[in-house]
């Protein structure tokens, strides 16, 4: 058997053996087994695309701000970079309160605002290199990751399209999208830029205006190897959203949380059917073009394209 159908096999296994009520913190020690297993196959696959892709630049190279995304636990030894639409604020309001800055354990009392807040959280930044040389060889790494088509839809959802909650997105970018790559646009859409098409939020991401480069790279749309640099940072556990509530229960597991139950993930029923519906308004070549910017995600973090166009890209 291949490598990647050992990875499939265990996938399957975790998921039949998981108990269904883990988010009560019940743990089954033979569920939490596999999805260690499959934990391990994770990095190596990410540490294999690594080799292959040549993304050997270092750490020591980057900019403060590229590394504000890695938050810094010491207490639980913990170095988590978060990822927007990958479960990050229930991740961000768990961590405020093990760090004793809310007085209460339920992690949905927290409004969803405030873990996003500026100043709230030690990050990778705000140390020295040799705090971080230290902090990167003896502390747990975790990311959390997912399909990076399914993570831009979600984030075009959430953020610009007309029934979005963001009224900000709305204003400072939706506008701004509207202007420049729509022809004729009405006067009500110039003035509250609230319906943004998926495949003008599409020619945004790849032309790459220079016009619009103060938003074109936000943290909710920008790929997840520039944000948490998984080639030069082994992660220790690498979570993805398709079986967060595995790896959500072998991450407390790890930094020896109890107590706090992570919440619930909201239904993902329909997935597909909505993948389908806003990609299939996208042409080819414009396919093509955003799965260049997010090349390095699907390649290192193994998810495919086939599902959605029929094959993969190269």
Same mark, same amino acid.
Not at 5 to 11: K, N, R, S
Not at 94 to 100: D, F, R, V
Not at 226 to 246: A, F
């Given at each position: 058997?291949?490598?990647?159908?050992?990875?499939?096999?265990?996938?399957?296994?975790?998921?039949?053996?998981?108990?269904?009520?883990?988010?009560?913190?019940?743990?089954?020690?033979?569920?939490?087994?596999?999805? %260690?297993?499959?934990?391990?196959?994770?990095?190596?696959?990410?540490?294999?695309?690594?080799?292959?892709?040549?993304?050997?630049?270092?750490?020591?190279?980057?900019?403060?701000?590229?590394?504000?995304?890695?938050?810094?636990?010491?207490?639980?030894? @913990?170095?988590?970079?978060?990822?927007?639409?990958?479960?990050?604020?229930?991740?961000?309001?768990?961590?405020?309160?093990?760090?004793?800055?809310?007085?209460?354990?339920?992690?949905?009392? !927290?409004?969803? +605002?405030?873990?996003?807040?500026?100043?709230?959280?030690?990050?990778?930044?705000?140390?020295?290199?040799?705090?971080?040389? +230290?902090?990167?060889?003896?502390?747990?790494?975790?990311?959390?990751?997912?399909?990076?088509?399914?993570? @831009?839809?979600?984030?075009?959802?959430?953020?610009?399209?007309?029934?979005?909650?963001?009224?900000?997105? %709305?204003?400072?970018?939706?506008?701004? !999208?509207?202007?420049?790559?729509?022809?004729?646009?009405?006067?009500?859409?110039?003035?509250?830029?609230?319906?943004? &098409?998926?495949?003008?939020?599409?020619?945004?991401? &790849?032309?790459?205006?220079?016009?619009?480069?103060?938003?074109?790279?936000?943290? +909710?749309?920008?790929?997840?190897?520039?944000?948490?640099?998984?080639?030069?940072?082994?992660?220790? @556990?690498?979570?993805?959203?398709? &079986?967060?509530?595995?790896?959500?229960?072998?991450?407390?597991?790890? !930094? %020896?949380?109890?107590?706090?139950?992570?919440?619930?993930?909201?239904?993902?029923?329909?997935?597909?059917?909505?993948? +389908?519906?806003?990609?299939? %308004?996208?042409?080819?070549?414009?396919?093509?073009?955003?799965?260049?910017?997010?090349?390095?995600?699907?390649?290192?973090?193994?998810?495919?394209?086939?599902?959605?166009?029929?094959?993969? @890209?190269?």
């Amino acid at each position: 058997m291949s490598f990647r159908g050992i990875v499939v096999v265990l996938f399957l296994n975790v998921r039949f053996f998981a108990n269904c009520n883990v988010y009560d913190n019940e743990i089954n020690e033979h569920s939490l087994e596999l999805t %260690q297993s499959l934990n391990l196959a994770r990095q190596e696959l990410i540490q294999e695309a690594c080799r292959r892709f040549s993304r050997n630049y270092k750490l020591d190279d980057l900019q403060p701000d590229q590394l504000r995304h890695i938050l810094v636990d010491d207490e639980r030894k @913990l170095l988590y970079c978060y990822v927007p639409k990958v479960a990050c604020t229930n991740w961000k309001r768990l961590l405020l309160i093990l760090a004793g800055k809310w007085n209460n354990t339920d992690v949905l009392s !927290i409004p969803g +605002h405030i873990p996003h807040l500026p100043g709230m959280f030690k990050d990778l930044s705000m140390v020295t290199a040799q705090e971080r040389e +230290h902090m990167l060889n003896n502390y747990h790494k975790m990311v959390f990751v997912r399909n990076p088509f399914e993570r @831009l839809l979600s984030a075009y959802r959430n953020k610009l399209e007309g029934d979005s909650p963001s009224q900000y997105f %709305q204003e400072h970018v939706g506008r701004r !999208i509207i202007k420049t790559y729509r022809e004729n646009p009405s006067n009500q859409s110039l003035e509250f830029g609230n319906d943004v &098409t998926f495949k003008e939020f599409a020619m945004f991401l &790849t032309n790459k205006s220079e016009e619009l480069a103060d938003v074109v790279n936000n943290e +909710h749309w920008q790929p997840i190897t520039d944000l948490c640099h998984p080639c030069q940072i082994k992660y220790t @556990l690498v979570g993805k959203y398709e &079986t967060l509530l595995d790896d959500v229960l072998l991450a407390l597991h790890t !930094i %020896q949380v109890t107590g706090v139950n992570f919440p619930r993930l909201t239904s993902t029923s329909g997935t597909a059917q909505k993948l +389908h519906k806003y990609y299939s %308004q996208l042409d080819l070549p414009l396919i093509r073009r955003l799965y260049k910017l997010y090349k390095y995600d699907f390649k290192i973090f193994d998810y495919h394209l086939d599902s959605l166009v029929g094959f993969d @890209l190269d």
